[in-house]
Protein backbone atom coordinates (compact mmCIF):
# COMPACT_ATOMS: atom_id res chain seq x y z
CA UNK A 1 0.00 0.00 0.00
CA UNK A 2 1.45 3.19 -1.04
CA UNK A 3 2.45 5.96 1.57
CA UNK A 4 1.08 9.09 0.16
CA UNK A 5 2.65 11.21 2.71
CA UNK A 6 6.58 9.59 2.35
CA UNK A 7 5.93 9.86 -1.88
CA UNK A 8 4.45 13.82 -1.23
CA UNK A 9 8.05 14.22 0.16
CA UNK A 10 9.99 12.41 -2.48
CA UNK A 11 8.19 14.10 -5.36
CA UNK A 12 8.52 17.28 -3.93
CA UNK A 13 12.60 16.95 -3.61
CA UNK A 14 12.21 15.81 -7.46
CA UNK A 15 10.17 18.93 -8.40
CA UNK A 16 12.97 21.38 -6.45
CA UNK A 17 16.12 19.22 -8.56
CA UNK A 18 14.84 20.85 -11.57
CA UNK A 19 13.61 24.24 -10.20
CA UNK A 20 9.77 23.74 -10.44
CA UNK A 21 8.45 26.69 -8.46
CA UNK A 22 6.11 25.14 -6.46
CA UNK A 23 4.80 26.24 -3.36
CA UNK A 24 6.09 27.05 -0.29
CA UNK A 25 3.15 26.41 2.03
CA UNK A 26 2.34 22.61 1.33
CA UNK A 27 0.59 20.43 4.12
CA UNK A 28 2.66 17.47 4.65
CA UNK A 29 -0.25 15.42 5.43
CA UNK A 30 -2.16 14.27 1.77
CA UNK A 31 -6.08 14.35 1.89
CA UNK A 32 -7.44 10.89 0.98
CA UNK A 33 -10.92 10.99 -0.50
CA UNK A 34 -12.43 7.41 -0.37
CA UNK A 35 -15.18 9.10 -2.56
CA UNK A 36 -13.61 10.10 -5.07
CA UNK A 37 -14.36 7.59 -8.43
CA UNK A 38 -13.91 10.03 -11.21
CA UNK A 39 -10.78 12.16 -10.27
CA UNK A 40 -7.25 10.70 -9.05
CA UNK A 41 -6.12 14.18 -7.02
CA UNK A 42 -6.85 17.36 -6.41
CA UNK A 43 -4.74 20.62 -5.27
CA UNK A 44 -7.02 22.34 -2.82
CA UNK A 45 -5.65 26.25 -2.12
CA UNK A 46 -6.64 28.07 0.94
CA UNK A 47 -5.27 31.81 1.30
CA UNK A 48 -1.52 30.73 0.47
CA UNK A 49 -1.54 27.41 1.79
CA UNK A 50 -1.73 24.23 -0.36
CA UNK A 51 -3.26 20.91 0.38
CA UNK A 52 -2.91 17.40 -1.40
CA UNK A 53 -5.96 15.46 -1.95
CA UNK A 54 -5.22 11.74 -3.80
CA UNK A 55 -8.03 9.32 -4.10
CA UNK A 56 -7.93 6.05 -2.07
CA UNK A 57 -7.97 4.46 -5.87
CA UNK A 58 -4.10 5.15 -5.86
CA UNK A 59 -3.78 3.56 -2.42
CA UNK A 60 -3.01 0.00 -4.42
CA UNK A 61 -1.87 1.78 -7.32
CA UNK A 62 2.30 1.51 -9.09
CA UNK A 63 4.24 3.71 -7.40
CA UNK A 64 5.03 5.45 -9.91
CA UNK A 65 1.48 6.20 -11.24
CA UNK A 66 0.99 7.52 -7.53
CA UNK A 67 3.85 9.96 -7.68
CA UNK A 68 3.01 11.14 -11.36
CA UNK A 69 -0.82 12.45 -9.81
CA UNK A 70 1.31 14.05 -6.75
CA UNK A 71 3.64 15.77 -9.22
CA UNK A 72 0.48 16.43 -11.41
CA UNK A 73 -1.18 18.55 -8.07
CA UNK A 74 2.56 20.34 -6.74
CA UNK A 75 2.21 21.87 -10.36
CA UNK A 76 -1.08 23.55 -9.64
CA UNK A 77 0.76 25.10 -6.81
CA UNK A 78 2.98 26.96 -9.25
CA UNK A 79 2.34 30.32 -9.72
CA UNK A 80 -0.26 30.84 -12.62
CA UNK A 81 -0.75 26.82 -12.84
CA UNK A 82 -4.24 26.13 -11.13
CA UNK A 83 -5.23 25.73 -14.57
CA UNK A 84 -3.62 22.99 -17.53
CA UNK A 85 -2.21 25.78 -19.75
CA UNK A 86 1.03 26.56 -21.11
CA UNK A 87 2.82 27.36 -17.90
CA UNK A 88 1.53 23.90 -16.51
CA UNK A 89 2.10 21.80 -19.61
CA UNK A 90 5.92 23.44 -19.62
CA UNK A 91 6.52 22.16 -16.17
CA UNK A 92 4.89 18.84 -16.54
CA UNK A 93 6.82 18.14 -19.47
CA UNK A 94 10.18 18.96 -17.51
CA UNK A 95 9.02 16.46 -14.80
CA UNK A 96 8.06 14.00 -17.23
CA UNK A 97 11.07 14.23 -19.23
CA UNK A 98 13.34 14.22 -16.06
CA UNK A 99 11.92 11.26 -14.13
CA UNK A 100 9.67 9.21 -16.56
CA UNK A 101 6.08 10.53 -16.00
CA UNK A 102 3.41 10.95 -18.50
CA UNK A 103 1.58 14.21 -16.38
CA UNK A 104 -1.40 14.94 -18.79
CA UNK A 105 -4.46 17.16 -18.00
CA UNK A 106 -6.67 13.31 -17.39
CA UNK A 107 -5.75 10.18 -16.90
CA UNK A 108 -7.63 6.59 -17.23
CA UNK A 109 -7.47 4.40 -14.98
CA UNK A 110 -5.82 1.13 -17.96
CA UNK A 111 -3.07 3.99 -17.66
CA UNK A 112 -3.10 4.43 -14.29
CA UNK A 113 -2.64 0.64 -13.76
CA UNK A 114 -5.61 0.67 -11.59
CA UNK A 115 -8.44 -2.38 -12.31
CA UNK A 116 -11.77 -1.26 -13.51
CA UNK A 117 -14.43 -1.49 -10.96
CA UNK A 118 -16.23 -4.91 -10.33
CA UNK A 119 -19.70 -3.29 -10.47
CA UNK A 120 -18.64 -1.25 -14.19
CA UNK A 121 -21.16 -2.35 -16.62
CA UNK A 122 -20.40 0.82 -19.19
CA UNK A 123 -16.91 2.58 -20.28
CA UNK A 124 -17.31 6.21 -22.04
CA UNK A 125 -14.85 6.97 -24.38
CA UNK A 126 -13.88 10.75 -25.81
CA UNK A 127 -13.00 10.08 -29.44
CA UNK A 128 -11.03 13.05 -29.62
CA UNK A 129 -8.54 12.66 -26.52
CA UNK A 130 -9.52 8.83 -25.28
CA UNK A 131 -10.28 9.96 -21.45
CA UNK A 132 -12.57 7.22 -20.32
CA UNK A 133 -15.26 7.46 -17.30
CA UNK A 134 -16.97 4.09 -16.11
CA UNK A 135 -20.73 3.94 -15.14
CA UNK A 136 -22.49 1.18 -12.91
CA UNK A 137 -25.87 1.77 -14.31
CA UNK A 138 -27.72 2.95 -17.79
CA UNK A 139 -28.58 7.20 -17.37
CA UNK A 140 -28.89 9.69 -19.88
CA UNK A 141 -25.26 9.98 -21.15
CA UNK A 142 -24.99 6.38 -21.62
CA UNK A 143 -28.54 6.31 -24.07
CA UNK A 144 -27.37 9.48 -25.41
CA UNK A 145 -24.46 10.10 -25.52
CA UNK A 146 -24.20 12.14 -28.85
CA UNK A 147 -25.93 14.86 -26.86
CA UNK A 148 -23.12 15.34 -24.34
CA UNK A 149 -19.26 16.49 -25.13
CA UNK A 150 -16.02 15.30 -23.29
CA UNK A 151 -14.39 18.18 -21.59
CA UNK A 152 -12.10 18.66 -24.39
CA UNK A 153 -14.65 18.67 -26.89
CA UNK A 154 -14.44 16.00 -28.41
CA UNK A 155 -17.59 13.26 -28.75
CA UNK A 156 -18.45 10.42 -27.19
CA UNK A 157 -18.79 6.86 -27.46
CA UNK A 158 -20.53 4.19 -25.32
CA UNK A 159 -19.07 0.67 -24.97
CA UNK A 160 -20.41 -1.74 -22.64
CA UNK A 161 -17.65 -3.80 -20.34
CA UNK A 162 -18.20 -7.47 -19.72
CA UNK A 163 -16.37 -8.79 -16.35
CA UNK A 164 -16.38 -12.22 -17.43
CA UNK A 165 -13.86 -11.41 -20.70
CA UNK A 166 -12.76 -8.12 -20.23
CA UNK A 167 -14.19 -7.16 -23.61
CA UNK A 168 -15.86 -3.83 -24.19
CA UNK A 169 -18.65 -3.85 -26.95
CA UNK A 170 -19.91 -0.53 -28.42
CA UNK A 171 -23.18 0.15 -27.16
CA UNK A 172 -25.61 1.37 -29.90
CA UNK A 173 -27.24 4.64 -28.93
CA UNK A 174 -30.93 4.64 -27.51
CA UNK A 175 -33.22 6.35 -30.06
CA UNK A 176 -36.30 6.61 -28.18
CA UNK A 177 -39.10 7.99 -30.57
CA UNK A 178 -39.21 11.70 -30.27
CA UNK A 179 -42.94 12.64 -29.52
CA UNK A 180 -42.62 16.44 -28.31
CA UNK A 181 -39.91 19.12 -29.06
CA UNK A 182 -39.27 22.50 -27.27
CA UNK A 183 -37.11 25.17 -28.29
CA UNK A 184 -35.49 27.92 -27.11
CA UNK A 185 -36.80 31.54 -28.24
CA UNK A 186 -33.92 33.18 -27.49
CA UNK A 187 -30.95 30.84 -28.49
CA UNK A 188 -33.20 28.24 -30.64
CA UNK A 189 -31.43 25.32 -28.55
CA UNK A 190 -33.83 22.48 -29.40
CA UNK A 191 -34.95 19.74 -26.30
CA UNK A 192 -36.63 16.56 -27.24
CA UNK A 193 -38.83 14.48 -25.14
CA UNK A 194 -40.48 11.23 -25.65
CA UNK A 195 -42.92 11.29 -22.88
CA UNK A 196 -45.40 13.94 -21.86
CA UNK A 197 -43.50 16.24 -18.91
CA UNK A 198 -44.63 19.53 -17.14
CA UNK A 199 -42.51 21.26 -19.69
CA UNK A 200 -44.00 19.79 -22.32
CA UNK A 201 -47.89 20.74 -20.89
CA UNK A 202 -46.71 24.13 -19.59
CA UNK A 203 -43.24 25.28 -21.48
CA UNK A 204 -44.04 29.07 -20.91
CA UNK A 205 -43.15 27.77 -17.03
CA UNK A 206 -39.94 27.04 -17.90
CA UNK A 207 -36.48 28.48 -19.50
CA UNK A 208 -34.23 27.76 -21.04
CA UNK A 209 -30.16 27.62 -19.52
CA UNK A 210 -29.54 30.76 -21.52
CA UNK A 211 -32.72 32.25 -20.06
CA UNK A 212 -34.99 32.37 -23.07
CA UNK A 213 -38.83 31.34 -22.38
CA UNK A 214 -39.27 27.85 -24.01
CA UNK A 215 -41.72 26.94 -26.89
CA UNK A 216 -43.38 24.06 -28.07
CA UNK A 217 -43.25 23.50 -31.31
CA UNK A 218 -44.10 19.39 -31.72
Same mark, same amino acid.
Given at each position: ??????????? +??? #?????? %???????????????? #???????????????????? =????? %???????? +????????? %????????????????????????????????? =??????????????????????????????????????????????????????????????????????????????? +???????????? %?? #???????????? +??
Amino acid at each position: MNNFDELLQLV +IKE #AKAVNI %PIANRISDKVIVNKRA #AKRFGRCIKTGNDHVIELSA =MLLDA %PELSCKQT +IAHELIHTC %PGCMNHGEKFRYYADIMNRKYGYHISRTSSREE =MGIEKQENCKYVIICQRCGNKSERSKRSSIVDHPSRYKCKCGGSLKVFSFSSETGAEFAVRENKAEIKYVLACVKCGMR +IERSKLSKAVKN %PS #AYRCKCGGSLKR +IK
